[in-house]
């Protein structure tokens, strides 16, 4: 399985692409995410749009460069404005990035919206353990938004549901692992504190978001963007306590420099 | 009266239990303090999920080990989604909190959707001087979310309504009291400028949830969580400023440590 | 054109008033910006309040000291919660502020929601320039909830609106516009990096609001509130980083003296 880090060219080539291009990302989240999410992607080089504000889902979800729907979104949009972002950014062929947050967690309703989303076929899926084998069909078996499992045990899960679905799947965990179903990429490294900072998972899914609107193959945009991630904090991890922390991460984020290593 | 402070054991078991336990913890609350109280449950160790996302207010609020309603969250949730939450949490055995900000503001309304969860029987309500004798009754005379009393003026009022009402009151000032209505604990120290990081006292009502999934009794474990506050707060006093203040505060928090003074 | 500075005993005459009277700043927001426009407001000394819960609108709109309403509240708030408080604020005399986000960005609905709060005659109006090129009837071509053009082309379209709708308007950018219609100042300085930070902008709007509840006229308070940004964001400007930027922000804004330049 190959590898991928901060050291690889074609890594460093999606960065140079978006501090360039600076694409219009846009996404629907939680607002306990949304700060973080995009000032992630404001570290980077990106212009977020955040929120489902009257026809914001159908025009910004059709007119952005990339999205990304963070399902827990659903406390304060409605399933029918998801579905509209969800359809607009498949119909005008914008790259979009499903996070299904919580799934499999136990609120059957919920899970039943966030499947429904399959149907605009997300570019990319990016979740936990627990939530991408509650996606394919398994026993994911999370607390809450927690996962108890690790992002080993999902592989087999994604690797099938990317080929049979079409799309790349991508769990995070102490290793991550990105998969089209035919080629895996794996990621290491970074800080374990990530967890302990709310929404790092949820930005993650901006920054995939931005990634993939790069020229760069998809596969390899939404590993550059776990690696990112990875090399942001483990430069980060001098930091003492999770506050000094997740603001060392987002100075490191904004001081990747994508011409040297 | 009882002081309690980081120092006694007490106050320290609850914190070891929460690290060891990591309670998953289920919140519904404001936009504006989500994010912290989210960071300072992650800071101690216990899992957090927010929001009335569909069927999350009846799942989780039934499955959480501790759920706290910070009523404010009625800014996107419904009426209905937070008494369901009340009611899931109180029907399951689930200890809840209830923070009734900005109570006795002048919005009625508001205030009479507060008061109708009393019904479903939160295991501990805290808040500020203004809304705590508003819930019993009294003038509370606050200003939008801010308190124009102090902590010690509510102290009659909080005694007599805990019991009456059977539970735990808790209520915030330079001093803080905490009172089962026989028993009454107070909580000193801490940094004034806590009350300059918004959300710092709603985080602290998710951090009480936390304390209350401890097998210690419910208003030590109450107590407790002040304590933690307190304590954190004035290891982070070093700081300069409003924004250094906050980042070190969660620092401190999450550098605490059960095993030494 | 006059310059204003923080070197200008008026604008340090609006920072003194804000830290006696601690007014009371209702806002209707949008979720990403309202936990750092609440910490704007705590930093100055002002006391916020946030959010569209129940009757809020109606009571708090009219009971405040000053209101500001950032029309990207409407992914939470409906737009009949925002007329009410448009209206409550109109109708009480309390002082105003519109924060038009992302007008002209294609998306006509919610343009037209906004545009119909003009009705309700803002005390002031400020945006960037695409936003307010666009208020104003021009073609703004913003992306998202960027600009694409400068604080300079916005000039000469909001000094013509500022007199026809007879309010103040202020344009951000390098350089801040700040006009009625017959006087334009302008406010210099500040760091670029503080439009990586995610509500840097509307937390702004939030500030103008506070600094309407002064006594000083309403130009030279609006004015001021730039002031205050541009002095405390340049005095932050030695940060690595985005993310040590905005907390080094906050510190300088939270330690701004208005008894000593």
């Known amino acids: 399985m190959q590898q991928l880090t901060w050291q690889d060219s074609a890594v460093r080539d999606v960065l140079r692409h978006i501090k360039l291009a600076k694409p219009f990302c846009y996404g629907m989240t939680n607002y306990i995410a949304a700060n973080l999410s995009a000032n992630v992607l404001l570290a980077v080089g990106a212009a977020p749009a955040i929120g489902g504000a009257m026809d914001w889902p159908t025009v910004f979800g059709a007119n952005a460069n990339a999205v990304w729907i963070n399902s827990a979104c659903l406390m304060s949009d409605s399933p029918h404005q998801v579905s509209q972002t969800a359809q607009a950014a498949h119909a005008a062929g ?115 978001a931005a990634a993939l609107s790069s020229p760069t193959d998809p596969l390899t945009a939404v590993a550059a963007a776990h690696a990112f991630y990875a090399e942001a904090s483990q430069r980060a991890s001098g930091a003492q306590g999770t506050g000094s922390f997740a603001v060392a991460f987002l100075d490191t984020l904004s001081l990747l420099d994508s011409e040297s290593v």
Do not use: H
Request: hydrophobic share 40%; proline share 4%; net charge negative.
């Open 94 to 208: 914008v790259p979009w990035v499903l996070d299904p947050v919580a799934l499999g967690a136990g609120a059957s309703e919920y899970d039943q919206v966030v499947l429904g989303l399959l149907a605009f076929k997300p570019t990319a899926i990016r979740g936990n353990a627990s939530e991408l084998i509650a996606l394919t069909g398994g026993q994911g078996g999370g607390k809450g938004v927690e996962t108890t499992l690790s992002s080993q045990d999902a592989l087999p899960f994604i690797e099938e549901f990317a080929r049979r679905q079409g799309c790349i799947m991508a769990v995070s965990g102490p290793v991550d692992y990105i998969t089209d179903g035919t080629r895996t990429v794996s990621v290491a490294g970074g800080d374990a504190r990530l967890t302990q900072v709310t929404g790092a998972g949820c930005s993650l899914g901006a920054l995939i």
